[in-house]
């Protein structure tokens, strides 16, 4: 809802994907605008000015749109591709994912820790269960997400959770109710879609995924 009560529907309204033709929410997709300098930008916060050009959050649909010129036919105009734009939108969602998880915890609604994590999920007190996606499978079948869809998020290195915390590494988060957690449980969807669940696993075309080393200084490409 809005602050006038209106019912806020601005991510339910859908958009059409350049490179599968698909049409779905606005949350499930990458937003990408053409430069004054002829460039291709991920616009992820969607402030950019411009006409949006809008691909599935998934590496092998952005891979396709700029391997068969999808960004200039969207754009009605020739553009220019970064080789790296994938690895541009999977960092910067990263950034934002981690970014979130840090102004949770500073508004008292995270917590991490197996003890701390479990107590929560116990109790109900949970809405989302983060785990790192590099922590020992054995330790994460220990606890028990809450019901409901996407309330389990493995998308974040434990190096990655650990900055959102203060912390070298976290394996074991969760997050209570709220507009914060349902924020990041958007976030987490759109970058699971460009890494894999264990970044210890094998990635599409032989990629690497890459952990964000610094979140306060790592930027958004389109920035």
Known sequence: MTRGGRKDTDQESERRCIAT?????KCGLVRFVLGPDGMIWPDLGEKLPGRGIWVSADRAAIEKAARKGLFARGAKAAVKVP?????????????????????????????CGLEKTKAELVAGKAALLLQASDGSARGKTALRPPEGANTHILCLSAQELGMAFGRETVIHAAL????????IRLEATRLSGLRSANLTGAMPNGATPKVV????????PAQ
């Open 213 to 220: 080393t610094n979140a306060k200084t790592l930027r958004d």
């Open 176 to 183: 209570t109710p709220g507009g914060i957690a349902q924020r």
């Open 83 to 111: 080789d790296d734009l994938a690895e541009q939108v999977e960092a910067g969602l990263a950034r934002r994912l981690v970014d979130l998880v840090s102004l949770a915890r500073k508004a008292g609604q995270a917590v």
């Open 21 to 25: 033709g698909d049409s779905g929410p």
